[in-house]
């Protein structure tokens, strides 16, 4: 009797334990592939509205530099089912998080790349849009390089800007992490 009690506490104890590790390996993923700051509604509703100014129903290609977890990147990409959506991201756990979410979301017109943006040459990817969601100090190197690469591209750049290049257009909107939209063209 004494046996069988003592038997069943160390396969609670040993439950426990396997409960815990696989608790704290999830958590570790999760915070590994969760951006810090992402695109809220409605800087991606309001980069819709901008793409469907531009390409109507037609077909093109947006690079979303730096996809983070894809969010944006996969929202987009079923809008637009025409188009092809390329999601850039150096940091390899959240492109593996992006692959995930895509394919969680059957979404088969989107792709991520692990890659860094400050040294992509964006002419062999051919997009004819950007949306440029990084840091401040990379905006303006990474968006420079764009607009000399590629004659015709359409840069949707959130929170920070270009500095030097005026904007052909700038969406307003109120929120701590994103926003104003600008739009740049080459
Ligand atoms: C503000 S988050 C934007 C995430 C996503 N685009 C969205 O709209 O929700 C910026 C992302 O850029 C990535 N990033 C920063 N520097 C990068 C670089 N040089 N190359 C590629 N990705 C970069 C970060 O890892 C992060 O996931």
Do not use: C
Not at 51 to 60: A, E, T
Not at 96 to 121: C, E, G, S, V
């Amino acid at each position: 009797m004494i046996f069988d009690i003592l038997t069943l506490v160390l396969l609670l104890l040993w439950f426990a334990a396997a409960i815990h590790f696989i608790a704290t390996l999830i958590f570790q993923v999760v915070r590994k592939s969760t951006s810090p700051l992402s695109s809220n509604k409605t800087a991606i509703t309001e980069t819709a509205k901008i793409l469907s100014q531009h390409f109507s129903d037609k077909p093109f290609t947006l690079i979303d530099i730096g996809s983070g977890n894809g969010r944006t990147a996969i929202a987009i990409a079923r809008m637009f089912p025409q188009a092809k959506i390329v999601g850039l991201e150096h940091n390899p756990h959240l492109v593996a998080f992006a692959k995930l979410n895509a394919f969680l979301h059957r979404t088969k017109n989107a792709r991520f790349i692990n890659a860094d943006a400050m040294k992509t040459d964006f002419k062999k990817l051919k997009p004819d849009a950007a949306y440029l969601y990084l840091g401040e100090k990379q905006t303006t190197p990474t968006g420079k390089n764009l607009l000399a690469a590629l004659p015709k591209i359409i840069i949707i750049s959130n929170k920070f800007e270009i500095d030097g290049v005026r904007p052909k257009q700038t969406v307003n909107f109120n929120s701590f992490v994103n926003g104003p939209l600008r739009i740049y063209k080459s």
